[in-house]
């Protein structure tokens, strides 16, 4: 059946490249290869599974449109099936999605889509545009839990199996609702049996992880969803049954990593990535004593991310790597204070990027929120010290998360 999909597919989703990395093999002391889905004709892999489900569609239900729900990738695919079969698409979308995806998801569906933004999270809009499939006599494509959407999915894992000279040892996989991973991970156990496979989860959404832990699906309490394309707050039913059985192992990567990740492939290789896409690749550090002179390919699922999180995602970066540190800092109502700590406590090297503060009348002391970055991680100790032997008075910021997203 996955033969058939790559013969379905082809007329409209491209055989993405396989690429060697020389970075992150010295990084890690593997022979890394991208499997570049970053490039695919709607920049992610969600195409593939998407006009192959629809493709199987009859002309009667063909006749009635289509309804699905995405965060982004899986409307783009949608969108542009429909453009090139001439059918109606609606298409409902978080409220929170990027606006750089509804451009895009509009730009591919040219005219014969229609966007509705509904609810805050993929959950929610899922059920509303199930809801509206109902009601109108519509056919939902499911975003990943359908077995014609996991062999689209699947063309993935036959691509690289056909395109690598080498056995593979390790592939990496990102996993959201588990479509990818539940499709690329079977193919793998049929064509390359010695190839572990591994699903790489967000550490704010690792669906996939507990409800394997559990035996059964179980959906998250809360989702983070800064890496959009993955914050699932339910795996599906059947991509849980296929993953627990041909994934060697699931791991969850810190949002902090990932955006450090992005960063780092965008500054070492030109390389830009969405925030799901670069999973797969913030995975191998922790895989790094395992994966050592082995061959091991990365799925870079796609590349949809909106210029404007650049900054977010640098911040969350230096926090997660312990270069940046929020503060409320007592200063006293006197003129050079500020110079007395710059002088004494900030340290050569460090760098105030963040001040926040309004002279109060009739108080001696007046607050101030100060975010100082650092040149390493080694440093933050030593801040601290210093401004305890000046006498400064603070409140660490960094690990009271509601106070810290109010203040900054």
């Known amino acids: ?74 409307a783009q695919g949608v969108a542009l099936s429909c453009r090139r079969l001439g059918i109606r698409g609606y298409i409902y979308m978080p409220k929170t999605t990027p606006r750089q995806k509804i451009d895009s998801v509009e730009m591919f569906g040219n005219g014969v889509v229609e966007i509705v933004l509904f609810g805050d999270t993929f959950d929610e809009s899922n059920a509303e545009a199930q809801a509206f499939a109902a009601r109108m006599g519509c056919t939902f494509i499911p975003p990943f839990d359908d077995p014609r959407i996991i062999e689209g999915q699947a063309t993935i894992a036959m691509e690289i199996i056909q395109d690598s000279k080498e056995p593979i040892d390790y592939i990496f996989i990102p ?95 030109a390389i830009v990535v969405e925030p799901a896409g670069a999973l797969s690749v913030a995975a ?62 900030l340290g050569d090297g460090n760098d105030i990027t963040h001040f926040s503060y309004t002279k109060k009348t009739h ?8 975010g100082i970055e650092l040149f390493s991680p080694e440093e933050f100790p030593r801040l601290l010290g210093r401004m305890d032997e000046n006498g400064v008075v603070y409140d660490y910021l960094n690990d009271k998360k509601d106070l810290f997203e109010f203040l900054v």
């Open 284 to 345: 191998l550090d922790l895989y790094r004593d395992k994966i050592a002179g082995k061959n091991v390919v990365c799925i870079l699922s796609g590349s949809n991310n909106d210029i404007t999180r650049m900054e977010e995602i640098r911040e969350k970066s230096l926090l997660y790597k312990g270069l940046k540190h929020y503060f409320i800092i007592r200063f006293p109502q006197r003129a050079g204070a500020l110079l007395s700590f710059v002088r004494d406590v």
């Open 175 to 269: 996993v959201g609702g588990g479509g990818l991973a539940a499709g690329a991970g079977a193919c793998f156990k049929q064509m390359s049996p010695g190839t572990k496979v591994i699903g790489v989860e967000p550490a704010g959404a690792a669906g996939m992880t507990l409800s394997l832990k559990n035996g059964c699906v179980t959906s998250l309490e809360t989702v983070d969803k800064f890496v959009d394309g993955a914050a699932v707050k339910t795996v599906g039913n059947l991509t849980f049954d296929i993953c627990r059985k041909v994934l060697d192992d699931i791991v969850s990567v810190p949002e902090g990593a990932v955006c450090s990740t992005i960063l780092e492939m965008y500054n070492r290789n």
């Open 363 to 370: 108080r001696e002391e007046g607050p101030a929120v100060i």
């Open 1 to 74: 059946m996955i033969a058939q999909a790559k013969m379905t597919i082809s007329s409209i989703a491209d055989h993405t490249a396989l690429t060697f990395n020389q970075y992150w093999s010295d990084r890690t002391g593997a022979r890394v290869s991208f499997k570049r889905e970053d490039q695919q004709v709607v920049r992610s892999y969600k195409l593939r599974g998407a006009y192959n489900k629809i493709k199987s569609l009859s002309e009667e239900e063909l006749s009635k449109g289509v309804v699905c729900a995405s965060a982004g990738n899986h």
